[in-house]
């Protein structure tokens, strides 16, 4: 099993080096783990120091995969950041760096990352969701070079809804176009573990809703990635075995990492 998201202290929201990561990803039983750091060209507040050093990144990455060698596979990763203005950027770096896995994520909604709360000001749940999803369509209809797209359900993380789960029946449509878009291309839907912490909106209720797999499925989706989104050791491989009951029960067979730019899939 693969942790196919986890970001280190390349990430400007990151304090921990990659080594501490490696460890726990041993501890936990874990095969491999992709360190996807963020480029976001254009989040708020970005200038040019907020920037990788992607040749230092893959530096330290290659020299951790020849230190862990069979105990772990170490594989280099990027999560970038999709704005409508930023795809050219995004593309330049994707194309530029050696890596193994490239996730496609949506972090900000008109010029607003709902971190910062004030995107729901005002919205109610379905059209605070929908416009998120109507961004990731956006993504991967414009975005041309990516394996996998990245935490579909990030818009609810943040919430203060009573219940904040993101349920297919709501945006079925949505859904059906992004779902359509990835597997005609070839590439993957990433189910981030880490939208399903308890601590990340407390006392507000949040449950996966596995109606979103099985139509992943229904409609000829195969690869599915598996990824905790942790920013440090503690959350590496969260919930795991859970969700991957849950994909038993929605009809895969397989979970996939990417090696090379290419699915690598694992008997589930
Ligand atoms: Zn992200
Ligand atoms: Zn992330």
Redesign the pocket.
């Known amino acids: 099993m693969f942790d196919s998201h986890v970001h280190s202290f390349f990430s400007a929201d990151c304090h921990t080096p990659p080594e501490p990561l490696c460890e726990a990803a041993i501890r936990r039983g874990l095969d491999g783990i992709a360190i996807t750091d963020?480029f976001d060209y254009d989040y708020p507040g970005y200038n040019a120091s907020s920037q990788i050093d992607f040749d230092a990144y893959i530096a330290r990455l290659d020299n951790l995969s020849s230190r862990y060698g069979s105990k772990l596979q170490v594989l280099k990763g990027v999560?970038v950041?999709i704005q409508p203005h930023a795809v050219d950027q995004a593309l330049r770096v994707v194309r530029s760096y050696p890596f193994d896995y490239v996730l496609a994520?949506v972090?900000i909604i008109g010029g607003v990352d709902p971190y910062a709360g004030t995107y729901y000001i005002g919205k109610a749940k379905r059209e605070a969701y929908g416009r998120y999803l109507e961004e990731v369509l956006f993504m991967v209809r414009h975005f041309p070079d990516f394996d996998a797209v990245?935490?579909l359900d990030?818009i609810t993380r943040y919430a203060g809804y009573p219940d904040r789960s993101m349920r297919y029946a709501d945006h079925s449509d949505l859904f059906d176009s992004i779902f359509r878009e990835l597997i005609a291309a070839g590439r993957g839907l990433e189910v981030n573990t880490g939208s399903y912490r308890q601590s990340s909106a407390a006392g507000s209720q949040i449950a996966f809703d596995v109606n979103i797999l099985r139509r992943y499925k229904e409609l000829g989706g195969e690869i599915v990635c598996l990824g905790s989104?942790s920013h440090g050791a503690d959350y590496i491989g969260y919930r795991f075995d859970e969700f991957v009951e849950l994909l038993k029960e929605s009809g895969f067979r397989y979970v996939a990492h990417f090696e090379g730019r290419k699915p690598v899939f694992e008997a589930i």
């Open positions: 963020h999560e950041g994520s972090h990245g935490h990030y989104d």
